[in-house]
């Protein structure tokens, strides 16, 4: 158990629905970051936030926002959804800024129909 | 920029036999180098991270990786596989002067047959 945890683990939802994924990060740690692994695209980053700040983004597309809250954990909000947007979503933690060691969730199974 | 390449989509091994997987990178100064595991249905998980020192790094479950500047590579390693080890590798790398974020390879999958 990494001690990341994500809910929910699967959710199905139709095309132009919106979803809120959740992120409760290891006790402790600052940094969250949010993953889109898909099998056509490998794991992707989408966006790091650091003590409730957004500190780096990747490839996130403008459908896509996310948060830290005072309490640390995080959500990424899908809207728009298509169905290239299944995918599993992955939400990682570390201590630090700087990711030298980050600790994963299992992930939230996104399939839109 | 910095950039990883797993050249093997999967890699097959024998229980019992040692296993290597590799990675090169690409990066603009000093790497800082890390290899994760995923299992089916699971996150991924931290194996080892080379970030200076020497250049044999050993991790968890006794996989080690060798550090290569000369060849630009950071190849995974274990001696002796089980069919345990059978999940999905992920090489990624971070430029020391540049991006807090490291960027993943594609995967390889480590399938040992028994």
């Known amino acids: 158990d990494s001690g990341v945890t994500q809910t929910p683990k699967h959710l199905i939802t139709a095309t132009g629905q919106r979803v809120t994924l959740r992120c409760s990060p290891r006790s402790g740690d600052l940094s969250v970051y949010w993953y889109q692994q898909s099998l056509d695209q490998g794991l992707q980053f989408l966006i790091q936030?650091?003590?409730?700040?957004?500190?780096a983004k990747g490839n996130i597309l403008e459908r896509f926002s996310a948060q830290q809250f005072p309490d640390l954990h995080s959500e990424l909000n899908l809207s728009s959804l298509e169905l290239g947007d299944s995918a599993l979503y992955f939400c990682?933690?570390?201590?630090?800024?700087?990711?030298?060691?980050?600790?994963f969730g299992q992930g939230t199974r996104l399939t839109v129909v | 920029a910095q950039s990883v390449a797993q050249p093997e989509d999967q890699v097959n091994v024998a229980e019992g036999n040692p296993l290597t997987v590799k990675c090169t990178y690409s990066?603009?100064?000093?790497?800082?180098l890390f290899w994760y595991v995923q299992y089916p249905n699971r996150g991924l998980q931290f194996l080892l991270k080379?970030?200076?020192?020497?250049?044999l790094v050993k991790g968890s479950y006794g996989f080690e990786a060798e550090f290569n500047k000369s060849q630009t590579s950071f190849h995974l390693k274990k001696p002796s596989a089980l069919v345990s080890d059978s999940a999905l590798y992920f090489c990624a790398v971070r430029d020391i002067e540049g991006s807090y974020i490291p960027t993943f390879g594609r995967g390889t999958s480590l399938i040992v047959h028994p």
């Open positions: 990682a933690s570390s201590v630090a800024r700087e990711n030298t060691e980050a600790f």
């Open positions: 990066v603009s100064g000093n790497p800082y």
């Open positions: 080379y970030i200076t020192g020497d250049n």
């Open positions: 936030y650091y003590n409730g700040e957004e500190r």
